[in-house]
C-alpha cells in the first residue's frame, strides 16, 4: 500500500484508556517518605497531589485505566495528532530505513504536554480545588497547564526556570493570556527560593527549585484549596502520555507496520514513557518489541551518567524520596537551550526498566542536536523544539546505521514540540555563538552519594 505523509485515526478512534506500564513490570521501587523511610501512603500523597492522581500514582494493578469523558472531550480539541511519514529524510539521509514521526505540536501549547495538563487540571476541579502550582522549565507545560486552568475554571501559579524565563518571553507571555501566574525561579516568593538564592545569587535555576517553590506554595494554602501538579517525572505523568504510544501503535497498525526503534528525547520521562508505552508492555509480556532509546543533553545526563539510587525530586528535599537515575537534586546544569531537559533526575518507572536492560540511552551535545534540527526543519518544514531535535538527532543517527547495514528498519520518533517561541536559542547557533556546557566527572561527583 501506499504510505501517506499523515496518518490520522478518526475521533472514534480514540484511545478510551492511558495504559499503566508499571501494572506490566513485576517490581517497581515506591515512592518513600524521607522522614520515615517508608513507601509513601495514599493520604501522605494527597496532602501535595490531588487525590485521584495519588491514587494512580500508588496503582500497580491495574493495566488500563479509563480517562474521564471531560478529558477526552477536551482532547479532541487537539487530537488525534499525525503520525507523519519523513519521506524527504528518507532522501536526503540516502537510507532504506523508514522514518516516522509522531508530531505532538499542533495545539497552542506546542507539545505533549496538554495531554496530561487537561487531565491533571480536571482531577483537580472534579476534587473541588480552586487553584494549582507547578514548574515549568521551556515553558511549554507551564503553558499546557494554563490552557487546561482556563478551559476548566482552576487558577495556575507558575514557578518558571529563571533561564527559560528570560530566553522565552514569549512563553510566558502566552501563559499570561490564558491567566497564569508566572515567576522567574528561584524567587523571593518562598523560603526554598530566597535559600538557593543565598546560596547562589546568580543562579539561573534548575527544574528542581522551581518544583521546590511550587510544592511550598501549594502546602501554603491555609485554606486546603491549591494542590501541586507537576509536568513530568513521576508515574502519574507519564501514564497521561500513554495516549501518545497509544495511537502510533493504531496508526501503524492501520499501515500494516512494526516498529523496529522508537526513539524519545528524556528529561523528566513523560514524553518518552508515553511514545514508548505499548512497546514496552511488548517486551514486558514476551514479546519481540521495539528497540527503545532514551535522548538527553549531555550538559543534563542523568541516565548516562547518573547514579540508580533514591534521591529527592527537588532541589530544597521536601518531596518523597523516588528512586531514579540521578545526578543528585542539588545539581543545577548549565543553562543549555533545552529548558525542558535540564532536570536532575529520571522517571522512576524508565530508570527500572533502563536498569532492566529494556531501554537504551545516549546523550548529546547541544551544537549537534542544533545542526540536527535545522536540517530537519529544511527538509520537513516543521522548526522542532530543542528537546525534540535530541530525537531527531538520534533518528538520523539510526537512519545512517540503517544506510551502513542495508537494513529497511522502520524508525518511529516523538516530535513533541514546536521550536517557534526557541528562536534566540536558533539564533545563538546559527550566528556560531553556542558552546557546549558538559560536567566533568568532578562536578558530578561533587553530587554523588558516597
Same mark, same amino acid.
Given at each position: 500500500m501506499t504510505v501517506p505523509y499523515k496518518t490520522y485515526l478518526t475521533e472514534k478512534e480514540l484511545p478510551k484508556q492511558? +495504559?499503566?506500564?508499571?501494572?506490566? %513490570? =513485576?517490581?517497581?521501587p515506591p515512592l518513600v517518605d524521607p522522614a520515615t523511610k517508608k513507601p509513601c501512603t495514599l493520604a501522605e500523597l494527597s496532602e501535595v497531589f490531588c487525590t485521584a492522581l495519588a491514587e494512580q500514582e500508588l496503582n500497580v494493578t491495574d493495566k488500563y485505566i479509563p480517562i !474521564?469523558?471531560?478529558? =477526552?472531550?477536551?482532547y479532541? +480539541?487537539? @487530537?488525534? =495528532? !499525525?503520525?507523519? @511519514?519523513?519521506? /524527504?529524510v528518507e532522501k536526503a539521509l540516502g537510507t532504506p530505513a523508514k522514518i516516522y514521526y509522531k508530531f505532538e505540536g499542533n495545539n497552542t501549547s506546542g507539545s505533549h504536554k496538554l495531554n496530561s495538563a487537561a487531565a491533571q487540571i480536571y482531577y483537580a476541579k472534579a476534587q473541588g480545588l480552586d487553584a494549582v502550582t507547578t514548574?515549568? /522549565?521551556?515553558? *511549554?507545560?507551564?503553558?499546557?497547564?494554563? %490552557?487546561?486552568?482556563?478551559? #476548566? /475554571?482552576?487558577?495556575?501559579?507558575?514557578? %518558571?526556570?529563571?533561564?527559560?524565563?528570560? *530566553?522565552?518571553?514569549f512563553r510566558r507571555n502566552v501563559m499570561a493570556v490564558y491567566g497564569a501566574d508566572v515567576s522567574p525561579s528561584p524567587s523571593e516568593l518562598t523560603a526554598a527560593g530566597r535559600k538557593i538564592l543565598q546560596a547562589h545569587p546568580n543562579t539561573l535555576g534548575s527544574l528542581g527549585c522551581a518544583i521546590s517553590e511550587a510544592v511550598e506554595t501549594a502546602r501554603a494554602d491555609a485554606s486546603g484549596k491549591t494542590r501541586y501538579v507537576l509536568g513530568s517525572v513521576l508515574d502519574q505523568v507519564v501514564l497521561? *502520555?500513554?495516549?501518545?504510544? *497509544?495511537?502510533?501503535?493504531?496508526? +501503524?497498525?492501520?499501515l500494516g507496520e512494526t516498529a523496529d526503534i522508537v526513539i524519545g528525547c528524556a528529561g523528566g520521562g513523560s514524553n518518552?514513557? /508515553? +511514545?514508548?508505552?505499548? #512497546?514496552f508492555a511488548e517486551k514486558l509480556t514476551g514479546g519481540k518489541g521495539a528497540r527503545i532509546i532514551a535522548v538527553e543533553p549531555s550538559s543534563c545526563p542523568s541516565l548516562t551518567r547518573g547514579q540508580y539510587r533514591y534521591d529527592f525530586c527537588d532541589t530544597a528535599k521536601t518531596t518523597p524520596l523516588a528512586k531514579m537515575y540521578t545526578l543528585g537534586c542539588d545539581f543545577i546544569p548549565s543553562a543549555s537551550h533545552a529548558g525542558g531537559l535540564r532536570y536532575h533526575g529520571m522517571s522512576p518507572v524508565l530508570s527500572k526498566l533502563y536498569a532492566d536492560g529494556l531501554m537504551e540511552a545516549r546523550s548529546y551535545r547541544q551544537t549537534e542536536v542544533f545542526a540536527a534540527a535545522v536540517k530537519f526543519a529544511r527538509i520537513e518544514?516543521?522548526?522542532?523544539a530543542p528537546e525534540s531535535a535530541h530525537a531527531i538527532k538520534a533518528a538520523f543517527d539510526a537512519a545512517e546505521e540503517c544506510k551502513r547495514s542495508g537494513e529497511a528498519k522502520t524508525i518511529v520518533f516523538g516530535l513533541t514540540g514546536t521550536g517557534y517561541f526557541d528562536m534566540k536559542a536558533y539564533d545563538s547557533f546559527l550566528s556560531g555563538g553556542m558552546t557546549d556546557g558538559e560536567p566533568t566527572d568532578a562536578e558530578l561527583g561533587a553530587h554523588r552519594q558516597k
Open positions: 492511558w +495504559l499503566n506500564i508499571k501494572a506490566f %513490570m =513485576s517490581d517497581v !474521564p469523558p471531560e478529558v =477526552s472531550d477536551f479532541k +480539541l487537539y @487530537r488525534p =495528532s !499525525p503520525l507523519v @511519514r519523513a519521506y /524527504g514548574e515549568t /522549565g521551556a515553558g *511549554q507545560w507551564g503553558t499546557a497547564l494554563a %490552557m487546561a486552568g482556563a478551559y #476548566f /475554571g482552576i487558577k495556575v501559579k507558575v514557578f %518558571m526556570v529563571k533561564a527559560s524565563y528570560d *530566553q522565552k518571553p497521561h *502520555q500513554t495516549i501518545i504510544g *497509544q495511537e502510533v501503535k493504531a496508526a +501503524l497498525d492501520k518518552l514513557g /508515553g +511514545l514508548a508505552a505499548p #512497546f518544514g516543521t522548526l522542532p
